[in-house]
């Protein structure tokens, strides 16, 4: 597939923003296996990309950007003031402060009456689960042309609801309620493998460019040793109102092999495509003190065995085309 010149210098130039923290030292990983050697896209409206895997070092972490928003970014335990709500379950509690980086990079992902999680890669693309764009039971693509993303989102007193459906039309966003221009997930994905569902990601494309303002989260791939490090879920779980939470876990295993890892964290509805970062990666994907941003190594698929929570991984193949959708999605359509 050829692309324009000015997509190929985009994609050139924006190495420099990809961390060479893993060069020295970079988790051991298999070769693709055979006939995944080339990852195809499908759209929404019809196009289809074909983009190559890339098993390469440079592409095991990809920085983020903390905004031009005021907040220094913040662990929201500290901003809440309080430990997480604690039982015989998940670790979970409400993020009071979602207006502080990185908790303002997501938001809320509504498609028709289904409440989703996502976040922002970019100054328009975001990330969520392939699930949440692609309908579960016919593999067929859901209406997305009323959808729409807000990140920062807090309903607070503003909340307004009629049989447990959010009024949107009621609701004040933050800093920009953004409509789907596109969206796209792997060929292979497969929605009716519900209880799997393998590469459950989806590139989502939106008509405006809040990211610049919010900041957005840098893709991190983590070690094969990753098993026992603590991790943190963001979302909006539909079962607390859509508003913003955060769940507290740990890696309980992870596939090296594979786009799966599993996490003891909260699972409810509506979390599915929030963002999960492992604070003791953050060092290598955002080395500068100054830059403070954050990377996502996850993001949540669905409930599996035993209470265990399945995130589709972030591995090479998926950093890689993160940064070109990222890239190619500034060119189709750039910033005014």
Same mark, same amino acid.
């Given at each position: 597939?050829?692309?324009?010149?000015?997509?190929?210098?985009?994609?050139?130039?924006?190495?420099?923003?990809?961390?060479?923290?893993?060069?020295?030292?970079?988790?051991?990983?298999?070769?693709?296996?055979?006939?995944?050697?080339?990852?195809?896209?499908?759209?929404?409206?019809?196009?289809?990309?074909?983009?190559?895997?890339?098993?390469?070092?440079?592409?095991?972490?990809?920085?983020?950007?903390?905004?031009?928003?005021?907040?220094?970014?913040?662990?929201?335990?500290?901003?809440?003031?309080?430990?997480?709500?604690?039982? =015989?379950?998940?670790?979970? @509690?409400?993020?009071?402060?979602? %207006?502080? /980086?990185? !908790?303002? #990079?997501?938001?809320?992902?509504?498609?028709?009456?289904?409440?989703?999680?996502?976040?922002?890669?970019?100054?328009?693309?975001?990330?969520?689960?392939?699930?949440?764009?692609?309908?579960?039971?016919?593999?067929?693509?859901?209406?997305?042309?009323?959808?729409?993303?807000?990140?920062?989102?807090?309903?607070?007193?503003?909340?307004?609801?009629?049989?447990?459906?959010?009024?949107?039309?009621?609701?004040?966003?933050?800093? =920009?309620?953004?409509?789907? @221009?596109?969206?796209?997930?792997? %060929?292979? /994905?497969? !929605?009716? #493998?519900?209880?799997?569902?393998?590469?459950?990601?989806?590139?989502?494309?939106?008509?405006?460019?809040?990211?610049?303002?919010?900041?957005?989260?840098?893709?991190?791939?983590?070690?094969?040793?990753?098993?026992?490090?603590?991790?943190?879920?963001?979302?909006?779980?539909?079962?607390?109102?859509?508003?913003?939470?955060?769940?507290?876990?740990?890696?309980?295993?992870?596939?090296?092999?594979?786009?799966?890892?599993?996490?003891?964290?909260?699972?409810?509805?509506?979390?599915?495509?929030?963002?999960?970062?492992? !604070?003791?990666?953050?060092?290598?994907?955002?080395?500068?003190?100054?830059?403070?941003?954050?990377?996502?190594?996850?993001?949540?698929?669905?409930?599996?065995?035993?209470?265990?929570?399945?995130?589709?991984?972030?591995?090479?193949?998926?950093?890689?085309?993160?940064?070109?959708?990222?890239?190619?999605?500034?060119?189709?359509?750039?910033?005014?």
């Amino acid at each position: 597939m050829k692309f324009p010149t000015k997509t190929l210098l985009c994609l050139i130039a924006s190495q420099a923003l990809v961390t060479t923290a893993f060069a020295k030292n970079p988790p051991s990983v298999p070769p693709p296996k055979p006939g995944e050697a080339v990852t195809i896209y499908r759209a929404w409206k019809g196009q289809r990309f074909t983009l190559p895997d890339r098993w390469d070092k440079r592409f095991y972490a990809v920085k983020g950007y903390h905004g031009s928003a005021d907040g220094a970014a913040i662990d929201p335990t500290q901003a809440n003031g309080a430990n997480p709500q604690s039982g =015989q379950g998940p670790h979970y @509690k409400k993020i009071h402060k979602p %207006k502080i /980086y990185p !908790s303002r #990079a997501n938001g809320l992902f509504q498609v028709g009456e289904a409440s989703c999680s996502g976040f922002l890669i970019g100054r328009s693309m975001i990330m969520t689960a392939a699930h949440c764009v692609v309908d579960e039971y016919d593999y067929d693509w859901r209406d997305l042309s009323k959808a729409w993303f807000s990140p920062g989102l807090h309903l607070g007193e503003q909340e307004l609801r009629a049989d447990q459906k959010l009024a949107s039309q009621n609701i004040v966003h933050p800093y =920009q309620k953004c409509g789907v @221009k596109n969206a796209y997930v792997a %060929k292979s /994905y497969n !929605s009716s #493998a519900y209880a799997k569902r393998p590469r459950d990601y989806a590139f989502v494309l939106l008509d405006c460019h809040v990211g610049q303002t919010t900041g957005w989260l840098g893709l991190i791939f983590p070690p094969e040793d990753s098993a026992g490090i603590s991790v943190m879920l963001r979302g909006y779980p539909a079962r607390y109102q859509n508003e913003p939470y955060f769940s507290l876990g740990k890696i309980l295993k992870i596939d090296p092999n594979g786009y799966t890892l599993f996490a003891n964290t909260a699972g409810f509805s509506g979390f599915s495509g929030g963002s999960l970062i492992a !604070s003791s990666l953050n060092n290598k994907c955002s080395p500068s003190a100054k830059d403070r941003s954050q990377c996502a190594i996850g993001l949540l698929s669905s409930e599996f065995e035993n209470q265990h929570i399945q995130y589709t991984k972030m591995n090479g193949p998926i950093i890689f085309h993160a940064l070109w959708f990222k890239n190619w999605a500034d060119y189709v359509n750039p910033p005014k």
